[in-house]
């Protein structure tokens, strides 16, 4: 059996997911930052973030309560964006791209 041709709508998001990449820490200045790091030592690390978003909740486990989700942006530096995740007050994800 033949495999389906993509369409062109998974070939755009493809591309797109290219240009992002992830990573486990971020350097703010002379300081690192890591996945697990607490949102008030982020911002004493990083200062306060250009831009925050209420991303909206998710489950904690065992489904026993909502966390909040949060996504706070960095940047420019040197024509980096840093985009950094948190879910109940913990950086789950740090996500750089170039600026435009």
């Known amino acids: 059996m033949k495999p ?29 930052v890591s996945t697990g790091d607490r949102m008030f030592e982020v911002e004493e690390k990083c200062g306060p973030p250009r831009q925050r978003d209420l991303i909206g909740y998710a489950l904690g486990p065992h489904w026993r309560r909502e966390l909040i989700i949060e996504e706070w942006v960095y940047g420019p530096d040197n024509g980096m964006i840093s985009v950094l995740r948190f879910e109940g007050n913990r950086l789950i994800k740090i996500e750089t791209f170039r600026s435009r």
Request: with cysteine; proline share 7%; hydrophobic share 45%.
């Open 4 to 32: 389906k041709p993509l369409r062109p709508l998974t070939l755009l998001l493809l591309a797109l997911a290219g240009t992002a990449e992830s990573a486990n820490s971020l350097r703010c200045g002379s300081r690192l």
